[in-house]
């Protein structure tokens, strides 16, 4: 049988697989509804989220918060995570040992959730998920198939912040992205009856050094 979200939480509490374990303050696992139908993944905590124990809680979060809002949804509907869940020094790109370090996590949480609906947030946790090159520009405004479920790509909160806020054409496409991801759930009447296990050597790709103005 398989354990429970928050047994896998408490072991991960301690896990030292790779050094980002040497500077946190504590692991990040993840926040939300353990049988949430909407799951969200970025790239990694930052200085808040580590202060905190919890995704998403600075400025980004907030923004991330008034999204859902703007679908009808509350944050403890859903569920939250990063693919690394130490915060990297700096608030650096996490390097490739340490998402495949991590990787087993992110794997167990989507296989113990059975998220109907992924969306990654960002280039560098688009590129990661769907094992593309591809730039999050290219790739939001669509729904991809992905293990039996609808991965749906959109920018990270933070580039919006970073970029102009409210008055940018990239919070505009945020908002028709999170409009995208309302009538995907709408479409869905019932949650996948078979558990679809995640095949760990599927997830995963490594980030180049392109669209650096988009990798948050």
Known sequence: MSRTLAEAA????DCTKCRLSQGRTQVVFGAGHPDAGLMFIGEGPGFHEDEQGEPFVGAAGQLLNRM??????ARDQVYIANIVKCRPPGNRDPRPDE?????????????LIQPQVIVTLGNFATKFVLNTQT????????????????VIPTFHPAAILHGGGEKSRQFQLLLDDFRMVRSTLDAMSERPSDVVEL?????????????????F
């Open 199 to 215: 095949p760990e050597a599927d997830v995963g790709a490594p980030a180049d050094d392109t669209d650096q103005l988009e990798l």
């Open 68 to 73: 859902l809002g703007e679908i009808d949804l």
């Open 10 to 13: 408490a072991e991960a509490a």
């Open 99 to 111: 998402i495949d370090a991590c990787t087993p996590w992110l794997v167990e949480q989507i296989s």
């Open 135 to 150: 730039g999050i520009t290219r790739l939001r405004g669509q729904i991809h198939d992905w293990h039996g479920r609808t």
